[in-house]
């Protein structure tokens, strides 16, 4: 059979496809793609972030002609999960469809970019897709529209506050109150200051191009026309996949009898995944998406019923006019239902996938699945020649990710129905992050009584995340038939919970005490909920009574509206509109980010003659390599060759340390160790091929944790140590001595572009050139040369930009970029790879986690005399740059405290993992976070207030730290006033205090931290800077500097520098003719033998320490700040609202966590496992001042480093959960405010649950 025309536009021109495989997506054509008729060689501007539908980097708009609604509809997709044969008669819009700076910008695009919401910009397409279509829908959105539709976006670098400014001036409800409302935040509110003006607009939304809804790109008319005419079958056939587009219920049913294996396909979001990440083939694939049986919605007497096709989207729509119109007492299940809907995946997701498509996986964690068993909903099943409906019950899902299908059945569609008089209805889901993340526990819960009564008729409880199905406590609620509804059915009902859903201690998803614990939290809170409801119409007896402290637990989660202020200085009156410095500019690129102009890495086009490389790594710890199979990979088309340590011309030895291999030679040392690599025509034919490669290993034991290292003495080098004063002499004058330890989880870089190299062999003299998205240039040259045994000079390597970095490219790219640099070499073709998201989470590492032992000293005063600290970090399977991060632990263990004796030691364990390396901070978070661990507990054990004890212990100016570097313009204690004060430090306690007397099963925390930070690197020689500037004849000037640009804006402020050496050459031009325009000048300057050329170099000044001696200076400068955060937390399922933070450190210490199995094999490896914090987890409440008049007399133009030290100060909202815990403890465990407990970082919802130690965590 002939395969049909795919035909579908993008940015309003037409395509015709008439070689539509079906294992193409819509990210992959829109890069690759070149249709050289439409003009149209790749559209890079929608980017690859994951691959997974979970970071939104994908972001495109999809319009088509809705036939049952009759209209045109408009809705965001994840490019990467659509399949371009679902595309057919589909109008796709990206980035580059709705403005570019060669033309005009779009509103969306401008502001974006003006109000600084782009930084390394990789996110930046994305977000503006995702406002575009908003606005396409909705002119006016609400803020809360606004927010609700970046819940599939991420973004690493700009911690979501400026591009929710800059796009909260579309809203309705957005702009500004003009001083009117009750808002401290309102800019119109800030107090004025007579001396410095301290400004909160980083940009004048009046100069902002208006929105003009009726200038948007027309759906094209040729689609529009279609909608009357027939739709026939199609079909499409591609290299090992049929997808059979079906245009009737019947030819659906046959297609179905024909082929039962066949998967039906809507949105693509689980069957995507499965081939992509589980590498799964299904030869057949049917889409049922334009038949209207199958996204009929139809209202009937006992529910509404929804065809299985029907969006997610659509059905939270309908359900959500629904609960409006209708008397609530018949709602209580959609409310169950939309309340699920809320923390179900992003728009993109929704958007496209299916009602069906999540029932019939049958996921064992499915959100909707134990809310539509729970409510009673009836699922009508159809097949060739039959048809049932059956109700959703325990029954329907007899085992893992089976249901009551037969092969030729479909779900044709799904009844939720009504709820009645005396019936209540909840929904609960749990996970470690709110939006867009999948639940450790979800659950329906239902309960019908006797009329007029409290006495259960009906009781169902459902849970997901409890078993490998979907399962029903129906042994549990049987019990409960006939009794009423007060404390002693309470009580049994969680004892039998706590049996019935027993989990061993080794189920599948671990975390098993917090999961059996939130079973019963959740039914606690549901028993609160219909006790609420019930309210005042029970009084009597039968019915417990809802205590008003427990009140609060039965509240839904509910977020404000973040309401966020930046204050910063103002450059001075009179200061000349030419000079850009203190002003805040926006990035020099935003502009071209923001219409996906921009070039990434892999953004190069294609070169004609281009290869693509895939590695092939180990999935052992510790193994030695017995044999290397290729012959499955040679049989995928466009293999080309495999690589291994056989080819290298050079040398194979590589690494800072050089104890590392580009490929695995004999033996591997973790899993995710590079052993060799396939190159082949297409990243999809090397994905085939790698998995092709067979490699037999003999098992070695393998260390992977930091315990298993000290058990076993594996460390690489020596101890590390620093020392002052006299400890023994210390702990002995010291009241008290407190010792403990805690554990630092580690962190992924996740920066939003993937490590990336293109190679290209110049062909003469081992001439090779590199693309590569590192932040290291140097290395990536040496390493290359080192290993095809050329010159340096031979090997030139380029980066434009990253898509984020953060240490993570330091020297972990090179680990890519040399692997792809020997491909080059061995088959004379450009080569390119960049990672998938999987691989770059298992290679490359990340940052260190750290265990601390302490022993610390202290008066009853609460001054600490004495402190002693072991860190440990787990460096890996090499050394990278883990001395230099001890290194930095140990010089930030005092944080912001004098310590008159001290000693601090380090120790880098030897580990079977992938070597972790520089991120954000370089162990100086780790050993603040310890710092600041023991603080606490000095306070606890003490009885005195955490900052008073904080503040006594400060350095003061011209205090000599322990490694004896004077400190000036210590302005630590002026931000702690400052902060005290413009946080209302105090009132917030007492108000803390009563919320907490109040409120039994939600507490609140306040923690107020410092932070001192040194800048400038330990080892002296990396404290320089180059750079050659070239002004060319037509005024033009090229800058070649050693920094890599990565958000920071580097390029931004190379440009303002290069204008000033540049503008003094050019003085005496200037002065002959001062109407000349530059121009004039540089020609003047050219004519005249003035050199157009300057180099520039820079060297830290008197930098340098010696740990062997603890002398020396190890800092140019150190840059200060000090943070107060507010939490609250649900203790019943360690839910937590946080109030005042930093973003990426929020992800450290309260939600990110790396989980490997006890093999040493990573098992969160992308943003649905992973989660890096969302615009859903920005404080509702976040002020951040720069401190006003202080100025750095230590570096250019008064600058300060403040990328890495702001991060620590996240440790505050840390230490306000501990806060909130200890309140909780206190109320429910043993009453003593005393006892001191452990709380690892990250402080995930897990650990609040679990340390909330109270009568349901006993019972598991
Ligand atoms: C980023 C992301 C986030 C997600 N978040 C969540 C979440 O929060 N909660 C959650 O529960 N799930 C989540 N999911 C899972 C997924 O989105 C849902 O399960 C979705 O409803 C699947 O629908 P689909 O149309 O995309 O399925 P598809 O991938 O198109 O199909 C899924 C399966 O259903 C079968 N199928 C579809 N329709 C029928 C039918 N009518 N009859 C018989 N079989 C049929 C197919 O054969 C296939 O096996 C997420 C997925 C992604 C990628
Ligand atoms: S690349 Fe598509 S969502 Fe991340
Ligand atoms: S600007 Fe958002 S990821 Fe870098």
Known sequence: MTADELVFFVNGKKVVEKNADPETTLLAYLRRKRILTLEWVGLSGTKLGCGEGGCGACTVMLSKYDRLQNKIIHFSANACLAPICSLHHVAVTTVEGIGSTKSRLHPVQERIAKSHGSQCGFCTPGMVMSMYTLLRNQSEPTVEEIENSFQGNLCRCTGYRPILQGFRTFARDGGCCGGNADNSNCCMNQKKDDTVTQSPCLFNPEEFMPLDPTQEPIFPPELLRLKDAPQKQLRFEGERVTWIQASTLKELLDLKAQHPEAKLVVGNTEIG??????????????????IPELNLVEHGPEGISFGAACTLDSVEKTLKDAVAKLPAHQTEVFRGVLEQMRWFAGKQVKSVASIGGNIITASPISDLNPVFMASGAKLTIVSRGTRRTVPMD????????????????????????????????????????????????????????????????????????????????????????????????????????????????????????????????????????????????????????????????????????????????????????????????????????????????????????????????????????????????????????????????????????????????????????????????????????????????????????????????????????????????????????????VYIGGQDHFYLETQCTIAVPKGEAGEMELFVSTQNTNKTQSFVANMLGVPANRIVVRVKRMGGGFGGKETRSTLVSTAVALAAYKTGCPVRCMLDRDEDMLITGGRHPFLGRYKVGFMKTGRIVALEVEHYSNAGNSVDLSRGVMERALLHMDNCYKIPNIRGIGRLCKTNLSSNTAFRGFGGPQGMLIAEHWMSEVAVTCGLPAEEVRRKNMYKEGDLTYFDQKLEGFTVPRCWDECLASSQFHARKSEVDKFNKENCWKKRGLCIIPTKFGISFLTPFLNQAGALIHVYTDGSVLLTHGGTEMGQGLHTKMVQEACQTILKRLEPFKRKNPSGSWEDWVTAAYQDAVSLSATGFYKTPNVGYSFETNSGKPFHYFTYGVACSEVEIDCLTGDHKVEGAFVQGLGLFTLEELHYSPEGNLLTRGPSTYKIPAFGNIPTEFRVSLLRDSPNKKAIYASKAVGEPPLFLAASIFFAIKDAIRAARAQHADNNTKALFQLDSPATPEKIRNACVDKFTTLV
């Not at 029970?538 to 973040?562: I, V």
């Not at 805040?584 to 294609?606: K, N």
């Open 394 to 741: 325990h029954t329907f899902f007899p085992g893992y990710r089976k249901t009551l299908l037969g092969p030729e059945e479909i779900l044709l569609s799904i009844e939720i129905p009504y709820s009645r008089e005396g019936e209540f209805f909840s929904a609960f889901k749990q996970a470690s992050r709110r939006d867009d993340d999948i639940a450790k526990v979800t659950c329906g819960m239902r309960v019908l009584f006797q009329p007029g009564t409290t006495q259960v008729k009906e009781l169902a409880l459902c849970f997901g995340g409890m078993a490998d199905r979907t399962i029903s406590a129906f042994k549990t609620t049987r019990k409960q038939l006939s009794n009423f509804w007060n404390e002693k059915l309470l009580h049994e009902v969680c004892a039998g919970l706590a049996e019935e859903l027993y989990l061993p201690h080794d189920a599948p998803g671990g975390m098993v005490d917090f999961r059996r614990t939130l079973t019963l939290s959740f039914f606690f809170k549901f028993y609160l909920t219909v006790l609420h409801k019930l309210g005042k119409d029970h009084p009597e007896d039968k019915c417990g009574k809802l205590d008003p402290t427990f009140a609060s637990a039965t509240f839904l989660f509910q977020k404000d509206p973040p309401a966020n202020v930046q204050l910063f200085q103002e450059v001075p009156k009179g200061q000349s509109e030419e000079d850009t410095v203190g002003r805040p500019l926006p990035h020099l690129a935003s502009a071209m980010q923001a219409s996906g102009e921009a070039v990434y890495c892999d953004d190069i086009p294609r070169y004609e003659n281009e290869l693509s490389l895939r590695l092939v790594t180990s999935t052992l710890a510790h193994a030695k390599i017995k044999s290397i199979d290729i012959s499955e990979a040679q049989k995928v088309p466009g293999f080309v060759c495999f690589i291994s340590a056989d080819d290298i011309p050079g040398s194979n030895t590589t690494g800072l340390g050089n104890d590392e291999t580009i490929f695995a030679k004999d033996k591997v040392t973790c899993v995710g160790h590079i052993i060799g690599a396939v190159v082949t025509d297409t990243p999809e034919h090397a994905q085939r091929a790698a998995q092709g490669v067979k490699i037999t290993y003999e098992e070695l034991p393998a260390i992977i944790s930091i315990e298993d290292a000290i058990k076993n003495n594996s460390f690489w080098g020596r101890e590390l140590k620093i020392e002052k004063g006299d400890l023994k002499k210390g702990f002995s004058e010291a009241d008290n001595v407190v010792s403990g330890e």
């Open 273 to 290: 995944i499965e081939m992509k990440f589980k590498k799964m083939l299904f030869p057949v694939i049917v889409s049922p998406a334009w």
